[in-house]
């Protein structure tokens, strides 16, 4: 089945860096969704993508198509404590009927 | 109240048992998902349905099965739960792709 990769796995950075994280396919996506899991929840949408070229942003964070379009990246500005969790992407698969999630970066942020 | 609401939140059971999760929502989707999440594998979809009458298996259905009982209820079961099914699950409703997800259903097979 399609496979959508997470780079990096996890990452640990100080309060106030920059972070960017990227997720790539196996396939071109006309679509790309951002989601972000907080401990002890269910994974909730950050940034829908669906116009290559532009980008779209929500608050401090920030998501593009890749120049192939079989990849996506997130960036988050300032990064602050509570932005700690798992970031996972998403696209659309089985003719674009359903989501298939990438296997999540997790990111920890040092006060 | 949660738009999307799952229970339990935690079970335990023993191998061999059958365990049923349930999902109901309140956000008027026709479309509903079951998800299992493990560590550094992300989400696997195990089944989904986009009516009452219409059920579809995912990549990971094998051991498990659903029931769309209402547009508002959605179910899975394990009919004979196996230590490897220890996991995360949750369920997910959308109205096209930007899914909405419960908070998730730990479920420990021992």
């Known amino acids: 089945g399609q496979q959508l990769n997470q780079s990096p796995q996890s990452m640990f950075i100080q309060e106030g860096e920059d972070v960017s994280m990227n997720c790539t396919s196996s396939s071109i996506f006309n679509t790309w969704l951002w989601y972000k899991q907080d401990p002890g929840e269910g994974p909730v949408l950050l940034i829908a993508?669906?116009?290559?070229?532009e980008l779209t942003s929500n608050g401090r964070l920030t998501a593009q198509f890749g120049i192939t379009r079989k990849d996506s990246f997130l960036n988050i500005s300032a990064s602050i404590p509570s932005d700690v969790g798992i970031y996972f992407c998403a696209g659309p698969t089985g003719g674009g009927n359903k989501l298939t999630f990438g296997t999540g970066t997790q990111l920890k942020v040092e006060l | 109240d949660a738009d999307v609401t799952q229970t339990p939140r935690n079970r335990i059971t023993k191998t061999g048992k059958r365990i049923m999760l349930e999902c109901s929502q309140t956000?008027?989707?026709?479309?509903m998902y079951w998800y299992r999440q493990d560590p550094g594998l992300g989400l696997r979809l195990i089944y989904y349905?986009?009516?009452?009458?219409?059920?579809n298996k995912g990549e990971i259905s094998d051991g498990y099965s659903v029931s769309r009982q209402a547009q508002a209820k959605f179910s899975l079961s394990l009919e004979s739960a196996i230590p490897n099914q220890t996991a995360l699950y949750f369920c997910?409703?959308?109205?096209?792709?930007?899914?909405?997800f419960g908070q998730g259903t730990r479920l420990t097979v021992v």
């Open positions: 993508l669906y116009k290559a070229g």
């Open positions: 956000k008027g989707h026709d479309r």
């Open positions: 349905s986009f009516d009452v009458k219409d059920i």
């Open positions: 997910a409703t959308s109205l096209g792709l930007e899914a909405f």
